[in-house]
């Protein structure tokens, strides 16, 4: 199995920064994309950035220029860096990634419990 376990959230003021970590632990033989998505109340969870293992990126429009998604491969951590907060930043963060337990079976999709990230204005 695998586990994915993210730290870092908290309440911050509008401008802030946060830094989010996610490790992935168990039977792990390599990971492919990893990723951030978030959820507001009543909203539904929406990608925030991603990262495969060569180092490309993908960000959401609404983060582009504010946020920084980055990896260790050697670690099998994700991390997302906040800047320029804003309040409409406020929601559950989630990582998220795909896989692959052993050499000969394909990769699946694991996610973490979440982290509340909390703007206030």
């Known amino acids: 199995q695998v586990q994915l376990v993210e730290s870092g959230g908290g309440l911050v003021q509008a401008g802030g920064s946060l830094r989010l970590s996610c490790a992935a632990s168990g039977s792990i033989f390599s990971i492919n994309v990893m990723r951030w998505y978030r959820q507001a109340p009543g909203k539904e969870r929406e990608l925030v950035a991603d990262?495969?293992?060569?180092?490309?990126?993908n960000y959401a429009d609404s983060v582009k220029g504010r946020f920084t998604i980055s990896r260790d491969n050697a670690k099998n951590m994700v991390y997302l860096q906040m800047n320029s907060l804003k309040p409409e930043d406020t929601a559950v963060y989630y990582c998220?990634?795909?896989?692959?337990?052993?050499?000969?079976?394909?990769?699946?999709?694991?996610w973490g419990q979440g982290t509340q990230v909390t703007v206030s204005s």
């Open positions: 998220n990634a795909d896989c692959r337990p052993i050499a000969t079976m394909p990769a699946r999709r694991y």
């Open positions: 990262i495969t293992s060569g180092g490309s990126t």
